[in-house]
């Protein structure tokens, strides 16, 4: 599968790293897309092909390209707002336009705390056209006695929304 992780605006951005680093370690054809305010948190380079989010031209920004989930992890609200207004001025919203015309897994994980009115009239418009809204919160079940344990529960279950297999956390009912 050709997943695209997408990493918007700077709190957070640490999450949507260490997914792709999870990622990695699959199968899977991974691509990541940095906005400029998460690349001043993030300033080192990973394993991966990675883009300038101001290359609207860029391989993900077309359907033929052939990614089937494009995550935007974390998801700023700005961010949020034009994917659900069908704005696509960067290659982290025409990569999310490009997975909703084509039918695609896209996940966004808004950041917000707590959300308005207008951020939950956008993530339940989103949602009716299949986007999953999977903000960074926490199910106590998975027993998580670190930062890392929380961390890990949140990118596991991320990369399940999307199909990809992990042993990432405690799932429900496991020992």
Same mark, same amino acid.
């Given at each position: 599968m050709k997943i695209l992780v997408c990493i918007s605006g700077a709190s957070g951005?640490?999450?949507?790293?260490?997914?792709?680093?999870?990622l990695s370690k699959t199968d899977n054809e991974i691509f990541m897309v940095v906005s400029d305010s998460a690349k001043e948190v993030l300033k080192y380079e990973e394993n991966s092909v !990675?883009? /300038? &989010? &101001?290359e609207i031209w860029a391989p993900p920004a077309s359907g033929s390209?052939? *990614?089937e989930a494009t995550m935007v992890v974390p998801c700023s609200m700005n961010t949020l707002a034009k994917v659900a207004c069908g704005i696509s001025d960067n290659l982290i919203t025409r990569a999310a336009a490009v997975a909703l015309k084509e039918r695609k897994k896209i996940l966004l994980a808004p950041r917000e705390m707590p959300f308005s009115q207008i951020h939950l009239e956008q993530m !339940?418009?989103? !949602? !009716? #056209?299949? *986007? +999953? +809204?999977? /903000? /960074? #919160?926490?199910?106590?079940?998975g027993e998580q006695k670190t930062l890392e344990d929380a961390e890990n529960f949140l990118i596991g279950r991320w990369m399940d929304f999307i199909g990809v297999p992990n042993n990432?956390?405690?799932k429900w009912g496991s020992k």
């Open positions: 951005a640490g999450l949507g790293l260490k997914l792709h680093k999870e !990675s883009y /300038p &989010n &101001n390209f052939g *990614v !339940s418009r989103l !949602s !009716s #056209m299949g *986007v +999953i +809204i999977a /903000p /960074p #919160m926490l199910a106590y079940y990432l956390y405690k």
